[in-house]
C-alpha cells in the first residue's frame, strides 16, 4: 500500500489564485520530503527539499516565494503555489525516503502526485 | 552536482524480448542507484536498485548492473511482457543525499 499520501490528487485553480498541496508520510516519520515538479513527458525535476523544523532548501531557479514550502510535523509537509499562472500547470509529486531514513542510501516513495491546471 | 544521463529515449520491443536501459552519472561519490517505473499519470514505482558495493543484481525478469570505475549501470528486462510498457526512469544520490533522475524511456512491448 501506499507509504506516501498526496492530496488532492487533481486541481483546476484561476490564474492569481494559491493552492496547497499535502503530503504526508504514512506509519513513519519523515524529517525529509522532498517536492518534485514533472511537466508532461519529461523528467522528475527536484524543486526543494522540505526540512522538518527548518526552511526548505531551493533548488537553482525555484522561485522560493512562489513555492512556499511548510513541514510543520514529521509526517506533513505542504507546497503552496502561490498567485499560480498557466504556466505553473503541471504534476507536482512529492517523496519521502522509506522509513525515514537518510535519503543518501535507501529508496524513496512517492505520493501519488497532484496534477495542476491553472486557467 | 550529479548529471545522469539515460539512453534511449524510447525503445520497442516484441514480446519476449529483452529491454535494456543504460544509465551514466557524474559523481564518484553517489552510491545508490534505483530505477523506478511509471505508467502514465501515476506515481514513480521503485522496481529495482542497486548500491555501490554490489555489481548486479537480480529480482525475477528485472536484472540491473553497475559498472562504479565507469560509472555506468543498466537495466535488464528479460522476457518482456506488454504490462512492462511504463517511462523508466533511472537515479543516482548526489552527495547532498538528493536523487537526481535521467530522462527517461519510453518502453513499448508489442504483442
Known amino acids: 500500500g501506499a507509504v506516501v499520501s498526496q492530496h488532492p490528487s487533481w486541481v483546476i485553480c484561476k490564474s492569481g489564485t494559491s493552492v496547497k498541496i499535502e503530503c504526508r ?10 517536492w518534485y515538479r514533472q511537466f508532461p513527458k519529461q523528467s522528475l525535476m527536484l524543486m526543494a ?21 511548510n513541514h510543520a510535523s514529521l509526517t506533513l509537509s505542504t507546497l503552496t503555489v502561490t498567485s499560480a499562472h498557466p504556466e505553473d500547470s503541471s504534476f507536482y509529486i512529492c517523496s519521502a525516503p522509506w522509513g525515514g531514513l537518510s535519503s543518501y ?3 524513496l ?10 486557467t | 552536482g550529479e548529471n545522469v544521463e539515460q539512453h ?11 529491454a535494456v536501459i543504460k544509465c551514466t552519472y557524474s559523481d564518484s561519490a553517489s552510491n545508490y542507484f534505483p530505477w523506478y ?16 558495493n554490489v555489481g548486479e543484481k537480480k529480482d525475477q525478469r528485472i536484472a540491473v548492473t553497475l559498472n562504479k570505475t565507469a560509472k555506468h549501470f543498466s537495466l535488464h528486462i528479460t522476457e ?9 526512469f533511472c537515479a543516482a544520490t548526489d552527495s547532498w543525499g538528493k536523487f537526481q533522475f535521467g530522462a527517461g524511456t519510453q518502453v513499448v512491448v508489442t504483442p
Open chain 1, 25 to 34: 508520510s504514512l506509519d513513519f516519520q519523515a524529517t525529509t520530503m522532498f
Open chain 1, 49 to 69: 527539499t522540505s526540512n522538518e523544523g527548518s526552511k526548505a532548501t531551493y533548488e537553482q531557479g525555484v522561485e522560493k516565494d512562489k513555492f512556499l514550502i
Open chain 1, 105 to 107: 542510501n535507501s529508496p
Open chain 1, 109 to 118: 516513495h512517492f505520493g501519488n502526485g497532484t496534477r495542476l491546471t491553472v
Open chain 2, 8 to 18: 534511449p529515449s524510447t525503445l520497442s520491443v516484441q514480446e519476449g524480448d529483452s
Open chain 2, 37 to 52: 517505473k511509471q505508467e502514465l499519470g501515476k506515481r514513480p514505482q521503485l522496481i529495482i536498485d542497486i548500491r555501490s
Open chain 2, 80 to 88: 518482456t511482457q506488454p504490462e512492462d510498457s511504463a517511462v523508466y
